[in-house]
């Protein structure tokens, strides 16, 4: 499969917890996107990589971070985890480092905090 | 800030019948507007874009800056048009996409 891949597919954790969600983007593709998905939320923009290095900042708490590979994989890395942070967690990825360039999404990560 | 308005959180029709899913947007300059899709245990992806002024799987939408709207259209209604609909905003200063809530279409006979 040489879509967008994202692991895990569901994480259950406890509150207070430390979690990193993994995503690779297509072949050839160079910028990573991340998104938050909470519920009756639309997709929340967390932050974009492009080719290792950060492009755009969304709404990314300062609690989550994340971090560009040289082999283009990104992940995403949530501390102090608090109820609210239950949601989903896309990733997508596009050929270049517009926004508007078409983004390919994968499965999503699902993410529950008790 | 820019912002995306999708009004209807479901929006049901007969098969057959005509479709109007509502997008509205705030921004005062020139934006790029998308349609984003998700069909049942399947990913979001790429619908329409407003550039392209193409019709695709029967959809179109056109962007109307008066009313500063994206309503995706289709005239006849088919049961594969089921899915999640997602309206996105583009203004090239934010450098990211902003999404709408989404609206769920259901086409029944």
């Given at each position: 499969?040489?879509?967008v891949?994202?692991?895990?597919?569901?994480?259950?954790?406890?509150?207070?917890?430390?979690?990193?969600?993994?995503?690779?983007?297509?072949?050839?593709?160079?910028?990573?996107?991340?998104?938050q998905?909470?519920?009756?939320?639309?997709?929340?923009?967390?932050?974009?990589?492009?080719?290792?290095?950060?492009?755009a900042k969304?709404?990314?708490?300062?609690?989550?971070?994340?971090?560009?590979?040289?082999?283009?994989?990104?992940?995403?890395?949530?501390?102090?985890?608090?109820?609210?942070?239950?949601?989903?967690?896309?990733?997508?990825?596009?050929a270049?480092?517009?926004?508007t360039?078409?983004?390919?999404?994968?499965?999503?990560?699902?993410?529950t905090?008790? | 800030?820019?912002?995306?308005?999708?009004?209807?959180?479901?929006?049901?029709?007969?098969?057959?019948?005509?479709?109007?899913?509502?997008?509205?947007?705030?921004?005062?300059?020139?934006?790029?507007?998308?349609?984003?899709?998700?069909?049942?245990?399947?990913?979001?992806?790429?619908?329409?874009?407003?550039?392209?002024?193409?019709?695709?799987k029967?959809?179109?939408?056109?962007?109307?800056?008066?009313e500063?709207?994206?309503?995706?259209?289709?005239?006849?209604?088919?049961?594969?048009?089921?899915?999640?609909?997602?309206c996105?905003?583009?203004?090239?200063?934010?450098?990211?996409?902003?999404?709408?809530?989404g609206?769920?279409?259901?086409?029944?006979?």
């Amino acid at each position: 499969d040489s879509g967008v891949t994202q692991t895990p597919k569901h994480l259950i954790t406890a509150t207070g917890q430390r979690v990193t969600l993994r995503c690779s983007p297509r072949s050839g593709d160079l910028s990573v996107y991340w998104y938050q998905q909470s519920l009756d939320q639309g997709l929340q923009f967390l932050i974009q990589y492009y080719n290792g290095e950060e492009r755009a900042k969304g709404n990314i708490l300062e609690r989550f971070s994340a971090q560009q590979f040289p082999d283009l994989h990104s992940e995403l890395n949530l501390s102090s985890l608090e109820l609210g942070d239950s949601a989903l967690y896309f990733c997508a990825s596009s050929a270049g480092p517009q926004p508007t360039n078409e983004q390919f999404f994968g499965p999503g990560t699902r993410l529950t905090v008790l | 800030a820019q912002r995306v308005t999708q009004p209807e959180k479901l929006l049901s029709v007969f098969k057959g019948a005509p479709v109007e899913l509502k997008c509205n947007y705030s921004y005062s300059g020139s934006p790029e507007l998308f349609w984003y899709v998700q069909y049942s245990r399947q990913r979001l992806q790429l619908l329409l874009r407003h550039i392209s002024r193409e019709s695709i799987k029967g959809f179109t939408a056109d962007l109307n800056k008066g009313e500063t709207s994206f309503h995706l259209k289709k005239p006849f209604a088919q049961e594969e048009d089921s899915a999640m609909y997602y309206c996105a905003l583009n203004t090239g200063t934010a450098s990211k996409l902003t999404f709408g809530t989404g609206t769920r279409l259901q086409v029944t006979l």
